[in-house]
């Protein structure tokens, strides 16, 4: 079974700032996806980004980054200049390449909170 | 743009009650999915879908069944409300799976249940 930890359930940080969320993940897959969703205050949730584990690259989504780290299990999440907007829970998610329909295993959440 | 939309915001119903939510999903997406969201637990599947009349459980369907008659729409039931039901539930849609597919979700419905 795969399990994802999120360490942090809440995070505050300044406009214009940057922030760092982490993720954890277990698993013996060797080939699987990773995902950032955010979950404004409006509830909707959206991708931020994605990371496919065979990839070295880190993703990056304008002001939204990642350091995935498949050694240590570990895939973290930097919002640069932060906005705002930025105001949202958000959930770190898991699915191994070998399940058939794509079933998201999520984190239990950081919530980031952006002061002016 | 893809939408997914879920038939009521809030809902507030009585213990025993039997509970429709709504998903409708535009997409022609085959795959959908019912998750429920509560405080420090992130999202758990309830059940999900990959056809018409074809669902699979997921982590926790105790007290819950689903129904999917139409490709677009798949329905969560509550066959007897409980309090411990309370909770934010959130529908998604993806198409067929591929690798690294995104999941779209609905807007989120808060059941409430006396």
């Known amino acids: 079974a795969q399990t994802v930890t999120q360490s942090q359930p809440e995070m505050s940080v300044q406009e214009a700032e940057t922030v760092t969320l982490s993720c954890t993940y277990d698993t013996s897959e060797s080939n699987y996806y990773l995902f950032w969703y955010k979950q404004p205050p409006s509830r909707q949730m959206i991708l931020v980004i994605r990371?496919?584990?065979?990839?070295?690259q880190n993703a990056t989504e304008n002001r939204f980054s990642v350091n995935f780290q498949k050694a240590a299990k570990s895939f973290s999440l930097k919002i640069s200049d932060s906005q705002l907007g930025d105001t949202a829970m958000y959930f770190c998610a898991f699915v191994p390449r070998t399940d058939s329909w794509g079933k998201l295993q999520f984190g239990a959440g950081t919530q980031v909170v952006v002061t002016p | 743009d893809v939408k997914v939309t879920q038939s009521s915001r809030y809902l507030v119903k009585r213990t025993g009650e039997k509970v429709f939510l709504e998903c409708v999903q535009d997409m022609d997406h085959e795959n959908m999915f019912w998750y429920r969201q509560d405080p420090g637990l992130g999202l758990r599947l309830i059940y999900f879908s990959y056809d018409v009349k074809m669902k699979e459980k997921g982590d926790i369907p105790e007290g819950y069944s689903v129904s999917r008659e139409k490709k677009e729409r798949f329905s969560l039931i509550l066959e007897s409300a409980s309090t411990n039901q309370t909770s934010m539930y959130l529908c998604a849609s993806s198409p067929t799976w591929e690798g690294a597919e995104t999941q779209y979700f609905g807007p989120g419905t808060r059941l409430l249940v006396l």
């Open positions: 990371q496919e584990a065979y990839k070295q």
